[in-house]
């Protein structure tokens, strides 16, 4: 297979991000999240942030979904992108960052559209109504449950959803044979699942740490 990709080397990567839309808010809730020290890695890069508001707004999405919430840089990604009266509910365990996220949404003048619920995400997912489907979903939480996380997100999406899942390279580690952990494992069994689940179409994708696009048939 002929080679039709450009490499990122950081001063590409720093054009990418200067040439998407990122405002000084999303500026600003990145450099507090850096302040948490090494968990920060597990903010959405804001190049995939800028992705997802237009994936949002371009599908008319109404009802969201995000498994993962962090200090809320991709809730604002999304619920930017909903239509009009959209609403996104976003999960998450920590009352810590959170709370950083609910400031933030304030300030964005989003929070009216977001419903938090804090929880073990699983648990949450399996306890939502397959009767209210949502249009747009995102993955970015415990990746030993990534399986788990995919199967319920799929119950609950409408037909023509869309349902974004980060991480899906693990930092190149799905390639590492040493790389051996339970994590990995879980991420490896997910990717090659979405492959070959005619349940969806599916397209993944080198944004960030790796994204797979996943369209409910």
Request: cysteine-free; charged content about 30%.
């Given at each position: 297979?002929?080679?039709?990709?450009?490499?990122?080397?950081?001063?590409?990567?720093?054009?990418?991000?200067?040439?998407?839309?990122?405002?000084?808010?999303?500026?600003?809730?990145?450099?507090?999240?850096?302040?948490?020290?090494?968990?920060?890695?597990?903010?959405?890069?804001?190049?995939?942030?800028?992705?997802?508001?237009?994936?949002?707004?371009?599908?008319?999405?109404?009802?969201?979904?995000?498994?993962?919430?962090?200090?809320?840089?991709?809730?604002?990604?999304?619920?930017?992108?909903?239509?009009?009266?959209?609403?996104?509910?976003t999960l998450d365990v920590s009352?810590?960052?959170?709370?950083?996220?609910?400031?933030?949404?304030?300030?964005a003048g989003v929070a009216d559209?977001?419903?938090?619920?804090?929880?073990?995400?699983?648990?949450?997912?399996?306890?939502?109504?397959?009767?209210?489907?949502?249009?747009?979903?995102?993955?970015?939480?415990?990746?030993?449950?990534?399986?788990?996380?995919?199967?319920?997100?799929?119950?609950?999406?409408?037909?023509?959803?869309?349902?974004?899942?980060?991480?899906?390279?693990?930092?190149g580690s799905v390639l590492d044979?040493?790389?051996?952990?339970?994590?990995?494992?879980?991420?490896?069994?997910?990717?090659?699942?979405?492959?070959?689940?005619?349940?969806?179409?599916?397209?993944?994708?080198?944004?960030?740490?790796?994204?797979?696009?996943?369209?409910?048939?």
């Amino acid at each position: 297979m002929a080679e039709k990709f450009t490499p990122l080397d950081p001063e590409l990567h720093r054009y990418a991000v200067e040439h998407s839309h990122i405002d000084e808010l999303l500026q600003r809730l990145d450099r507090e999240s850096q302040q948490l020290g090494q968990v920060a890695v597990m903010q959405m890069a804001p190049e995939q942030g800028a992705l997802t508001t237009v994936l949002v707004a371009a599908i008319g999405a109404r009802r969201a979904l995000e498994i993962g919430t962090f200090t809320g840089y991709g809730s604002i990604s999304i619920a930017r992108g909903l239509a009009p009266e959209g609403r996104l509910v976003t999960l998450d365990v920590s009352e810590e960052w959170t709370a950083i996220a609910r400031r933030y949404f304030e300030e964005a003048g989003v929070a009216d559209r977001i419903e938090l619920r804090l929880g073990p995400a699983l648990e949450t997912l399996r306890g939502l109504p397959a009767e209210e489907p949502f249009d747009f979903a995102f993955i970015d939480a415990d990746k030993r449950e990534y399986p788990d996380y995919y199967e319920e997100t799929l119950r609950l999406m409408r037909p023509g959803g869309l349902l974004m899942i980060d991480n899906v390279f693990r930092g190149g580690s799905v390639l590492d044979p040493s790389a051996d952990d339970e994590a990995v494992r879980a991420v490896r069994e997910l990717n090659d699942r979405v492959a070959t689940d005619h349940r969806v179409m599916a397209a993944m994708v080198g944004v960030a740490d790796g994204i797979t696009l996943a369209l409910k048939r």
